[in-house]
Nanobody
Framework: QVQLVESGGGLVQTGGSLRLSCAAS????????VGWFRRAPGKDREFVAA????????RHADSVKGRFTISRDNAKNTVYLQMSSLKPEDTAVYYC????????????????WGQGTQVTVSS
């Protein structure tokens, strides 16, 4: 099993940047594919990005493609989500999740979840 803790959320203005971190503990981190999801008030949780075990493959939702970049540093047991050109519609609680099988775009594909970190983008 693995434990995940998100950090780096906060309040930024439209067009600003923010980097989220997902720190993992437990079994060797490189065992897991990791995804980022977000949930805005009154909306379902949606896929943001995912990365493979060694970081060789990534996937980004159309809504964030070109603005957000997922990456990982297995030596530090950490996955990052670099966010730029932020928009008010990016406001949400952001969660990281780990899967031992694949880098799914569906939240049901993930085995472990962090508690989330709030990102608020003001207009």
């Amino acid at each position: 099993q693995v434990q995940l803790v998100e950090s780096g959320g906060g309040l930024v203005q439209t067009g600003g940047s923010l980097r989220l971190s997902c720190a993992a503990s437990g079994r060797t981190f490189s065992t897991y594919n990791v995804g980022w999801f977000r949930r805005a008030p009154g909306k379902d949780r949606e896929f943001v990005a995912a990365i493979s075990r060694a970081g060789g493959s990534t996937r980004h939702a159309d809504s964030v493609k070109g603005r957000f970049t997922i990456s990982r540093d297995n030596a530090k047991n950490t996955v990052y989500l670099q966010m730029s050109s932020l928009k008010p519609e990016d406001t949400a609680v952001y969660y990281c999740a780990a899967s031992y099988r694949a880098m799914y775009s569906e939240d049901r594909g993930y085995d472990y979840w962090g508690q989330g970190t709030q990102v608020t983008v003001s207009s």
